[in-house]
């Protein structure tokens, strides 16, 4: 079965905090990807990141950044200098040997001024 | 970059009617899209999984019969609310898979209120 936690349900913090977003998943696929995705009050979901299960390495985009520890089968997502348009709800998701993509429960993030 | 479009965005209808939404790829074919279904502050559940020329695939609990789904073309998968009810009202959201390893791209999401 394929799992996908986020513990999280909601964060508040004041702009230019940093915060961190958890997300654990549970596979037994030897192959996966794992995905972010930002979806705001309009509802789209908005692509952040994909990542294989063979690439461990740490990733940086702008102020966006993302912590993969397969020993520890988490993918952390961590926003650097939060702003107010940061504010959405943040899933984690998790896609197997298909392409079918299991969503976490989703973080709501308020970023406020 | 590959954008997935649906229609409508949003609608409203009387509760017995039948809704048809709509699933496009526009630059890029398309053989498997699934369709997710979110309530109100709650997550992403797959509904079920669109082949091309095939019958859908649905995931446990969601009813065939009433979530009608066909893929006639490698860019166009339809989902059809049949005869809906209010509790029916929710925010569809289709995605395609672009080749493999995990390629998927959302479409903007329809909104769907049933009176």
């Known amino acids: 079965a394929q799992k996908v936690t986020q513990a999280q349900t909601e964060i508040s913090v004041v702009e230019k905090e940093d915060v961190t977003l958890d997300c654990v998943y549970e596979?037994?696929?030897?192959?996966?990807?794992l995905f972010w995705y930002k979806q705001p009050p309009s509802g789209e979901l908005v692509f952040l990141i994909r990542r294989n299960s063979f690439d461990e390495q740490n990733e940086i985009s702008g102020r966006y950044s993302w912590n993969f520890q397969k020993s520890t089968s988490s993918f952390n997502f961590t926003i650097t200098a939060s702003q107010v348009v940061d504010s959405a709800v943040y899933f984690c998701a998790l896609m197997g040997n298909t392409d079918k993509l299991i969503f976490g429960t989703g973080t709501r993030l308020q970023v406020f001024p | 970059g590959a954008v997935v479009s649906q229609h409508p965005s949003w609608v409203i209808c009387k509760s017995g009617t039948s809704v048809k939404i709509e699933c496009r790829s526009l630059?890029?074919?398309?053989?498997?899209m699934f369709w997710y279904r979110q309530f109100p502050k709650q997550s992403l559940m797959l509904m079920a999984t669109?082949?091309?020329?095939?019958?859908?695939?649905?995931e446990q609990g969601v009813e065939k019969d009433k979530f009608l789904i066909n893929h006639a073309s490698l860019t166009l998968s339809t989902l059809t609310v049949t005869s809906a009810h209010p509790e029916d009202s929710s925010f569809y959201i289709c995605?395609?898979?672009?080749?493999?390893?995990?390629?998927?791209?959302f479409g903007e999401g329809s909104r769907l209120t049933v009176l």
């Open positions: 669109s082949n091309e020329g095939s019958k859908a695939t649905y």
């Open positions: 596979t037994r696929d030897t192959t996966y990807y």
């Open positions: 630059d890029f074919q398309a053989t498997t």
């Open positions: 995605s395609a898979a672009r080749g493999s390893h995990g390629e998927l791209f």
